[in-house]
């Protein structure tokens, strides 16, 4: 059974950095991953994408020009968030999919969240 797995996560002061990670176990292959955020109240936002080649990216308007997302092998997906903001704070999410119009695939794995603080 594939399990995405998260960290990462903190409390950083406005402008500040943070990586956060999540890495696939179990057989995983050919998978789209990607990176949402979450506020209470809110609906769940689509911030980064990456495909399984690694060779397409994605990223929300919000996000442009301070996030990255990378992987580094098929499992193990990165975003590197810079220049933080107050507002970037949530509970981010890692998603894996296949299948979909991208990149709003069909993201049928999910990992628990970790979250993200960004103090003014």
């Known amino acids: 059974q594939v399990q995405l797995v998260e960290s990462g996560g903190g409390l950083v002061q406005a402008g500040g950095s943070l990586r956060v990670s999540c890495a696939a176990s179990?057989?995983?292959?050919?998978?789209?991953m990607a990176w949402f955020r979450q506020t209470p109240g809110k609906e769940r936002e689509l911030v980064a994408a990456?495909?399984?080649?690694?060779?397409?990216t994605y990223y929300a308007t919000s996000v442009k020009g301070r996030f990255t997302i990378s992987r580094d092998n098929a499992k193990t997906v990165y975003l590197q968030m810079n220049s933080l903001k107050p507002e970037d704070t949530a509970v981010y999410y890692c998603?894996?999919?296949?299948?979909?119009?991208?990149?709003?695939?069909?993201?049928?794995?999910w990992g628990q969240g970790t979250q993200v603080t960004v103090s003014s």
């Open positions: 998603a894996a999919g296949r299948v979909g119009s991208w990149p709003q695939l069909r993201y049928d794995l």
């Open positions: 179990g057989p995983f292959s050919n998978y789209h």
């Open positions: 990456i495909r399984w080649s690694a060779d397409i």
